[in-house]
């Protein structure tokens, strides 16, 4: 019984659309990020980015209180202690990611000589964070170490998904697959 419930478990679908709203976003963010300096259609998107890191703040935000609300999915059993661990440690980081590069992101923006409005896709302002030079200059030089584990968390996390799917063949992926079924 414990058996097949462990091999069947999917996450809600509340955290699948979460899930992979969120990771898209993150996504097209890491793009125009890294990008933006050497592709110039990118750099005409940054007032997207901005907008689009809001947004996964406010995601994040209430992404966080369903997940400390609702339980995941317990992993298959069998599941190596030291893949429960780095699975733990990786999506924890990745949420706590999910909250930093908006939040440094807003700080860099927030400088007192900043000129240009926060504008969320051109519906409304969203106010600069009352910080003096310095926190808006840590913000920035913290934005960009961040971005970079941000990507490589990432590319981990793919790979362990991947792996999952196509090695040992477990339900891990389907189980946050919103059409994939083991
Ligand atoms: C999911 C959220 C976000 C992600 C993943 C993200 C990612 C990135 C990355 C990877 C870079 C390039 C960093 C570098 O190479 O130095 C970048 C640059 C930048 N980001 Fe974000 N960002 C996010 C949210 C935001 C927000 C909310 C704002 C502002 C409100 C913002 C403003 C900027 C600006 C202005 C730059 C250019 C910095 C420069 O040219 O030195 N970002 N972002
Ligand atoms: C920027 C992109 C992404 C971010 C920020 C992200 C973040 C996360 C987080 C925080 C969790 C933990 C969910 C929880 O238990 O609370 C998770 C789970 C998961 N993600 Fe992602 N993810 C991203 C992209 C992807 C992609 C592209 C795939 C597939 C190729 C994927 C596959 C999975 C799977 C299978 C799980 C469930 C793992 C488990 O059951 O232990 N993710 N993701």
């Known amino acids: 019984m414990t058996r097949y419930s462990t091999d069947t478990a999917?996450?809600?679908?509340?955290?699948i659309a979460f899930h992979w709203t969120i990771a898209a976003l993150v996504i097209v963010n890491l793009v125009i990020g890294i990008g933006h300096e050497g592709i110039p259609a990118l750099r005409k998107l940054m007032g997207a980015h901005k907008a689009i890191?809001?947004?996964?703040?406010?995601?994040t935000a209430a992404r966080m209180a369903w997940r400390l609300t609702h339980r995941p999915p317990p992993l298959p059993a069998g599941t190596p202690q030291w893949q429960r661990g780095t699975a733990h440690l990786t999506h924890w980081a990745l949420y706590a990611l999910m909250?930093?590069?908006?939040?440094?992101?807003w700080a860099m923006v927030s400088a007192p000589d900043a000129t240009r409005p926060l504008n969320w896709f051109g519906l409304f302002d969203v106010p600069l964070?009352?910080?003096?030079?310095?926190?808006?200059?840590?913000?920035?030089?913290?934005h960009g170490v961040l971005g970079w584990l941000m990507l490589a968390l990432v590319v981990l996390h793919v790979a362990a998904a991947l792996y999952h799917h196509l090695i040992q063949r477990d339900h891990v992926l389907a189980r946050m697959a919103p059409?994939?079924?083991h």
């Open 179 to 181: 059409v994939l079924r």
């Open 99 to 105: 909250v930093l590069m908006p939040l440094t992101g």
């Open 53 to 59: 890191g809001i947004t996964v703040l406010a995601l």
């Open 129 to 142: 964070l009352p910080l003096s030079g310095g926190a808006a200059d840590a913000g920035h030089s913290a």
């Open 10 to 15: 999917r996450y809600s679908s509340v955290a």
